[in-house]
């Protein structure tokens, strides 16, 4: 029996006035920005690519959190400090804030989305509000 190997991920978290930044796919489906890791390129450049192409953000800074696995996918999940204007781009079709306390949405998110969101609530923050350590620094 043959088993598919999971696909790399890059999973950004953009935290917008003590919000997370989502988007929203053609089905509907709201996850974290994101997509697949190319054979010519780093986790890192995977993921400023993925967050300029769905969001038009610029990733100024990005901080490695942690690794997930999802039922499909290897997230490897990073913060970014991003500049620019976030419009919906690429196959997004809307974005949204996330705090919280909105369950309507938090069940419209993909499940690996909406765990990698509550590992990261759960990280201490450092003086700034960065997560700081990151999880994997822990572990």
């Known amino acids: 029996m043959r088993t598919e190997a999971k696909r ?11 919000s997370i930044l989502l988007v929203e ?7 974290l920005p994101g997509g697949g890791v190319h054979a010519d390129e780093s986790r890192l450049q995977a993921a400023a690519r ?15 959190l942690f690794d997930h696995e999802s039922a499909t996918n290897r997230h490897s999940v990073f ?7 976030a419009l919906a781009d690429d ?6 804030l996330f705090t919280a306390d909105e369950p309507a949405l938090r069940e419209r998110m993909s499940a ?5 969101v509550e590992r990261f609530l759960d990280l201490p923050r450092g003086a700034t509000g960065v997560p700081w350590p990151p999880a994997s620094a822990l572990e």
């Open 91 to 96: 196959d997004a079709t809307a974005l949204h």
């Open 112 to 116: 690996a989305s909406r765990q990698i």
């Open 25 to 31: 796919n053609r089905g509907g489906l709201v996850l």
């Open 79 to 85: 913060w970014a400090d991003a500049s620019g204007t």
């Open 8 to 18: 790399r991920r890059a999973t950004i978290i953009v935290e917008v006035d003590g």
């Open 50 to 64: 993925e967050l300029a192409e769905e969001t038009g953000l610029v990733a100024q800074s990005l901080l490695f």
